[in-house]
C-alpha cells in the first residue's frame, strides 16, 4: 500500500491557522489511500477541535453522488445501492433508512458540508463495504475492502430455468462446480453470511439450497431435481449478486414463472433512503400472469388495466417529484405477500395497490379507496412480509428477533396514515373522475397487511359496469386516475412531512 505524507507547506499552513483562530478552525489535506493505490486529496479542518473532513471530497474519493433535497433540506450521498442521509447541525446520519450516531454534528459552511470523523470511519465505511482508519500524524484515511456479505437466498422459477439468487452488499469473487449428479457446490471466498446458515426447500429445479459460514468464505450446496440436466452460474453488478441457473432438457416439466426476484423488480430505481419523509412511493399493480383477475365488458382483463393504470400513476407521481417503484412492471405474477415484501425491501413511504371492482350485478358502478384494518386471527411469521428490510449487512449486525407477530400488525399502527392517505386520494379522485363515488372504505386485505407504511387499495372503476368499462379503456381517464393519485400523494406527503417534523 502507497503511503502518502504532508507535504511542509501543508504543515507550516495548519499550524498558521491554528496560531490564528485559537484551534475554532484549522485547515489541512488528508490522503485518502485505497489498496489499489489510488489516492485522492480530502480536505480537512479542526472545527471546536476535532477532525472534519469535506463531504465533496469525500464523495469524489469513493465515486458517491450528492443529491440536495429542499424539500427535506437533506444532503443524500448515493454510493452504490446505498444511501446515506444527514442533515446540518445533526449529529445521527441515516444509512439505508438506519439511524448511525456521528457523537458530533455535521456541519455547513461556505456552501459544503463537513462531517466529523465517524461519518468516515462508520456511515461511510459500511456504505462502500470497507475499513476505514484515520492517521492523524501521518494526515492519511486508509481504506481497506472488506468481503461480500450474503444479504439473502432466494430460488426464483422462470420458463426456461431455474434460478438460485444469492444477494450480495458487493460483486464478489466465485467458484462454482459440480463434481457429482444432482448437486452443484459454490464459495464465495471471504464473504460473510448475516445468519450462521440458510436452508431453502424445493422450488422447481432446486430440490433445497444450503450456505454455510466458514473461516475462508461462503459455501453453498444446491441440491438440485433430477430432471437437472445443465447449470450456469454468473456474478451480476447492479444489484451485486451471483445467480446459478439450472436448466432441464424437459423444459415442459417446469411451472409457469412464478415471480420475478425483488432484486430485479426494484432495479429501474435507485433505492433511497427511508427517513427523509414521504419521497418513495410503491406502486402495485393487482393481479397478473396466470392470475388474471376479472375479465368484464369490452373484453377488458383487469391484470391488464391495473398495469396500464400502474404506468400512468408512475409518471404523474415521478412528475411530482416521487421516486416511484412497481411490484411488477409486465405481466408476471406475485404473490400477495411477496408484494408487501417488496415494498418493506425497497424502503418505501407509501403503497398504493390498483385493482377494478367486479361484481355479480352489472349495476355495481364508481371507485373507492381503501385501508386495512385487520381481524383478531390473522397471524404470520415475520419474514413473510419482509420484517428484516433492505439492510445493509455487516459481520457485526445485529438480527432482530424473528417471531410471530399479528398478520397487518405494521398497519395497525399506521392506520391513522392510511386514512389518511385513503381520504386525500379519494378526494382527488373525486374532483377529477366522471364515475360514480363510492368513498372511503376499511378493508381486511393480504395485499395491504403486511407493508410497513401507509397502504392504501384503489378500486379505479368496476369492469363488470358497461359505463366504467368504456371509461377504463379510454386512455384519458387513465391518465385522469393516474394524476388523481399523484395531487392525492402529494397533499399526503405535505400534511405527514409538517406533522413530523
Known sequence: MRRGTRTSTATVAALACVLLLGFAASADVFLMESEDGRIENV??????????????????????????????????????????????????????????????????????????????TSALGLAINSEIALEELRSAITVTKLGAVVLSVDVEERPDATLVVVDLNDRAEFVVSSRQRGRVDFFLPGAALLDSLYVLESTGLAASVTLEQSEAGV?????????????????????????????SERRQSIPAPLLKGTKSLLSESPFEAQDDGVTTVMIDPGHGGTDAGCVGHLGLVEKDVTLALA???????????????MTRSSDSSIPLKRRAEIANLAGADIFISLHCGAWHSAGA????????????????????????????????????????????????????????????????????????DRGVGSVDLAVLAGCAMPAVLVEAGFLTNSSDAELLSDAGFRESVGRAIALGVSEYAVWSNGRNQ
Open 43 to 120: 480536505e480537512a479542518m479542526r472545527i471546536d477541535g476535532a477532525w472534519y473532513f469535506s463531504l465533496a471530497d469525500l464523495a469524489r474519493a469513493v465515486g458517491a453522488s450528492r443529491h440536495w433535497n429542499p424539500r427535506t433540506s437533506k444532503m443524500l450521498l448515493s454510493v452504490g445501492i446505498h444511501r446515506l442521509s444527514m442533515t446540518s447541525d445533526s449529529q445521527f446520519a441515516s444509512l439505508d433508512g438506519e439511524a448511525i450516531n456521528l457523537h458530533r454534528p455535521v456541519v455547513l459552511r461556505d456552501g459544503n458540508y463537513w462531517v466529523p470523523v465517524r461519518f468516515v
Open 365 to 436: 358502478r364508481g371507485f373507492r379507496v381503501s385501508y386495512y384494518v385487520p381481524t383478531e386471527d390473522d397471524f404470520v411469521d415475520k419474514n413473510s412480509a419482509g420484517g428484516r428490510g433492505l439492510r445493509r449487512g455487516t459481520l457485526d449486525s445485529h438480527r432482530r428477533e424473528v417471531g410471530d407477530l399479528r398478520w397487518g400488525g405494521p398497519q395497525e399502527s399506521l392506520a391513522v396514515d392510511s386514512r389518511a392517505l385513503a381520504r386525500s386520494v379519494r378526494e382527488h379522485m373525486a374532483g377529477r373522475l366522471p364515475n360514480y
Open 219 to 247: 459455501n453453498g450446496v444446491v441440491r438440485t431435481d433430477p430432471s437437472a440436466t445443465a447449470y450456469d452460474a454468473q456474478m451480476h453488478t447492479d444489484p451485486p449478486r451471483l445467480e446459478v441457473a439450472l436448466v
Open 311 to 325: 404506468h400512468e400513476a408512475a409518471r404523474q407521481l415521478r412528475n411530482e417529484g416521487f421516486y416511484v417503484f
